[in-house]
């Protein structure tokens, strides 16, 4: 089993900036690799970012540019730095790990950027 525990969600002005925060236990020694998606009203959920346990990120071709996924593997910890923030990035975002166990989900954090 696997647990993932989000913050860093807030509400910003447009032009801000966030870090979110992605801290997993539990078998971590079995995952794989760890990503951001959200999920804005209406819309499907969609990939922001992957990062593999090796380092290898990979992002939405509308994320690059602006956001960053980076790993601190002694604290199990993936972060998500998001600049330059619009409002069509106002969404819940999501953390997901992926292993031999299956796949787990964060219960999501909040992003809402004013115009």
């Known amino acids: 089993q696997v647990q993932l525990v989000e913050s860093g969600g807030g509400l910003v002005q447009a032009g801000g900036s966030l870090r979110l925060s992605c801290a997993a236990s539990g078998s971590t020694f079995s995952i794989n690799d760890i990503g951001w998606y959200r999920q804005a009203p209406g819309k499907q959920r969609e990939l922001v970012a992957r990062i593999s346990s090796r380092g290898s990120a990979n992002y939405a071709d509308s994320m690059k540019g602006r956001f960053t996924i980076s790993r601190d593997n002694a604290k199990n910890t993936v972060y998500l730095q998001m600049n330059s923030l619009k409002p069509e990035d106002t969404a819940v975002y999501y953390c997901?790990?992926?292993?031999?166990?299956?796949?787990?989900w964060g219960q999501g954090t909040q992003v809402t950027v004013s115009s």
């Open positions: 997901n790990a992926r292993s031999i166990l299956g796949s787990y």
